[in-house]
């Protein structure tokens, strides 16, 4: 079945009289989420650092690029899959990491949500180390769909092995580091409502849950939340340097992708450090203002990587979206906050139906503009535009 399809089942269920329940516009998606969700966590999830201004030239860098359209190509059916990492997945796009996933399910557990949804699409989650449930749990509900574990590298080498061992025990296909996260940005919209999820204890069953981290409380965290969040405080903030690199790698047999990457440089010396990938983001804007947009660095990030798989997300809306940065380059794309709105819109279903959906466009613009595969989406399929 070709991911537009989806299109095609929403007509027919229209003949018998059932409309969709949840927003098919992205506006529409972003509008009733806002009012589904506490304030606090509404901000938390659509905020930005600053003014926001990097978070909104993230979304309309795309607006600066076209695709041109190829007549006579065939293109009545597509291949929209791709190999990463020794990985045949359905769709070059996966689910990029949201640490408060739990708080924006009605049931707390958001994060096991997401994981039942990428059963369902086949469209990979990338586990945040902040997580309302175990990364355990998490994986149990993957199903036959790949999954990818994001680890915040703390403090205590011990606590970051143990991490990493127990995702990889848990079956989790690769491991990204994020280098993004130093520290933590100002992000004005949580300062005005005073909100940090973690410092209410929000997000951290990957901590509580781990032995070394447990072993080095007082008492049993679960007996005192408190000494859980302080002693987090005390770990969990590593700003890496590249001499942490080589240790990083030494702990995985697993693909080590290291996220966060905009610059051509680090991109070539992460590679020479032995990274199997590179993940071109900024964070969708909320780490740090004034910076470019990362779709303006993904073509440099591409080229530097020379070979190696660069995942990318921020600023993707759309299917459009996704199209034009795989013609950029990357090798598969993640989806954010669109996501997000789906989970607390409609839990799973939810999730599901804005994967769906964004597969659904992508796969449609291919086949109007004439680009029968992945493979088939290079540079030359875009044209920058100036207006």
């Known amino acids: 079945m070709a991911f537009g399809d989806y299109q095609s089942e929403i007509y027919v269920q229209g003949l018998a009289g059932?409309?969709?329940?949840?927003?098919?516009?992205?506006?529409?998606l972003e509008a009733q989420a806002a009012a589904a969700l506490p304030l606090s966590v509404w901000s938390f999830v659509a905020g930005g650092a600053g003014d926001e201004r990097t978070q909104q030239i993230n979304v309309t860098a795309f607006?600066?690029?076209?695709?041109?359209?190829r007549m006579l190509v065939g293109a009545?059916?597509?291949?929209?899959?791709?190999?990463?990492?020794?990985?045949?997945?359905?769709?070059?796009?996966?689910?990029?990491?949201?640490?408060?996933?739990?708080?924006?399910?009605q049931d707390g557990h958001g994060d096991l949500a997401t994981a039942r949804?990428?059963?369902?699409?086949?469209?990979?989650?990338?586990?945040?180390?902040?997580?309302?449930?175990?990364?355990?749990d998490v994986a149990a509900e993957f199903g036959d769909t790949s999954g990818f574990f994001q680890l915040y590298t703390p403090k205590d080498r011990e606590l970051a092995a143990s991490l990493v061992k127990r995702a990889e025990r848990a079956g989790y296909q690769a491991i990204v580091v994020a280098l993004d996260q130093p520290v933590t940005g100002w992000r004005p919209r949580d300062l005005a409502t005073a909100y940090s999820p973690p410092l209410r204890g929000h997000g951290l069953a990957n901590y509580s849950s781990d032995p070394i981290f447990h072993a080095a409380l007082?008492?049993?965290?679960?007996?005192?939340?408190?000494?859980?969040v302080l002693h987090w405080l005390k770990t969990w903030n590593n700003p890496l340097s590249w001499d942490d690199l080589p240790w990083l790698r030494s702990l995985t047999t697993l693909p080590l992708i290291v996220k966060g990457i905009c610059h051509p440089d680090d991109a070539r010396r992460a590679k020479d450090a032995g990274v199997d990938g590179i993940y071109c983001s900024n964070h969708g804007g909320r780490q740090a203002n004034g910076g470019l947009p990362a779709?303006?660095?993904?073509?440099?990030?591409?080229?530097?990587?020379?070979?190696l798989p660069v995942l990318?997300?921020?600023?993707?809306?759309?299917?459009?979206?996704?199209?034009?940065?795989?013609?950029?380059?990357?090798?598969?794309?993640?989806?954010?906050?669109?996501?997000?709105?789906?989970?607390?819109?409609?839990?799973t279903d939810g999730v599901v139906h804005v994967l769906r959906s964004l597969l659904a466009e992508?796969?449609?613009?291919?086949?109007?503009?004439?680009?029968?595969?992945?493979?088939d989406l290079t540079a030359e399929a875009l044209q920058h535009v100036e207006y």
Request: charged share 15%.
């Open 18 to 28: 059932v409309m969709p329940t949840l927003p098919m516009a992205y506006a529409d």
């Open 76 to 105: 009545n059916a597509r291949d929209l899959s791709v190999d990463m990492f020794g990985i045949k997945l359905p769709a070059p796009v996966f689910m990029a990491p949201i640490g408060v996933l739990g708080m924006c399910a």
């Open 295 to 307: 779709l303006a660095c993904l073509p440099a990030v591409v080229q530097a990587a020379d070979g």
């Open 362 to 375: 992508a796969d449609l613009i291919m086949a109007v503009n004439g680009y029968p595969s992945v493979r």
């Open 218 to 228: 007082a008492r049993r965290p679960q007996h005192d939340p408190r000494a859980t």
């Open 63 to 69: 607006e600066r690029w076209g695709l041109v359209p």
């Open 312 to 347: 990318f997300d921020s600023g993707i809306r759309s299917g459009a979206d996704i199209v034009k940065a795989l013609a950029l380059g990357a090798t598969a794309v993640g989806i954010g906050r669109p996501y997000v709105y789906g989970l607390a819109l409609g839990g």
């Open 117 to 136: 949804a990428a059963a369902v699409t086949g469209v990979p989650m990338m586990a945040s180390t902040f997580s309302a449930d175990p990364l355990e």
